[in-house]
């Protein structure tokens, strides 16, 4: 047996032992996730990796799964370095395995902070940004939780008008018209489900209420341009051809 240190306690470990193995005999928690007893450890995680020195003259952070006990040799497995270090192996993995439960629970337990699970959206606003810059609905807004800031519903009514949607790059914001009723989505969270009204030239299902009285009162009051807001689009290029040809 032969003494070591780590985090300050002298500890008995067995020579030819890994740090890693002796810090798990004594209770000392290091995360790891690649590590098996009945396989050779091979620091692919990277997780385990703990703070080595001064005795070589500089600090240094080196997997525990592979670094062997000697004597006198002193371990910390929580500093700065340790800190940065696992921060970077749990985005790494996080970068390939996203979703995993399992990670993301071993870098809580470590209180280690991680990138929110992806969800579809890439935050980039312009769904809020029309819905408030133009459209005036102020129906989405972007919401602060305690570990992510997504797009949630906002204070005012949604109107159906489809803007959030037809600008959203990734289609996380979507638009189903069915039957006679719109149903405007967040993900998969319901923002406003709208009825329909009919074209008055063709009877297609086109637009709700609310987006139709919302374009009477922002436009100008001229005979045609209202009529036109009660159009399907077909129906207004078809009557803008016909006035064309008229001329
Ligand atoms: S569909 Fe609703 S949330 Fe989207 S821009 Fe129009 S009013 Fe805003």
Redesign the pocket.
């Known amino acids: 047996m032969i003494n070591i240190t780590i985090n300050g306690q002298t500890l008995a470990a067995k020579e030819g032992d890994t740090v890693f193995k002796t810090a798990r005999e004594h209770g000392i928690p290091i995360p790891y996730l690649c590590f098996h007893p009945a396989l050779k450890p091979s620091g692919t995680c990277r997780l385990c990796g703990v703070e080595t020195g001064p005795d070589s003259g500089k600090k240094v952070v080196m997997l525990s799964c592979i670094l062997k006990v000697k004597p006198g040799l002193e371990i910390r497995t929580e500093s700065d370095r340790v800190t940065a270090h696992r921060q970077k192996a749990f985005d790494r993995l996080l970068s390939m395995a996203p979703n995993s439960v399992r990670i993301r629970e071993l870098a809580e337990k470590f209180n280690v902070p991680v990138p929110p699970k992806p969800d579809g959206c890439i935050r980039c606003r312009l ?1 809020v940004r ?2 408030n810059d133009i ?1 005036g ?1 102020r ?2 807004a972007m919401v602060k939780t305690r570990t992510v800031t997504h797009v949630a519903p906002g204070d005012g009514d ?8 037809n600008l959203c790059p990734t289609r996380f914001i979507t638009v189903q018209d069915r039957g006679n009723v719109r149903t ?1 989505s967040i993900g998969d969270q319901v ?2 489900r709208l009825p329909l009204e009919r074209c008055s030239a063709c009877g297609t299902r086109y637009a709700t209420a609310q987006f139709i009285t919302h374009v009477d009162g922002s436009t100008c009051d001229h005979g045609q341009t209202r009529q036109a807001h009660h159009l399907c689009p077909s129906c207004t290029k078809l009557m803008a051809g016909r006035r064309r040809t008229k001329k």
């Not at 949604?158 to 949607?165: E, H, L, N, P």
């Open positions: 769904c029309v819905c459209i609905a129906a989405i949604c109107i159906g008008c489809g803007s959030c949607a405007v923002l406003s």
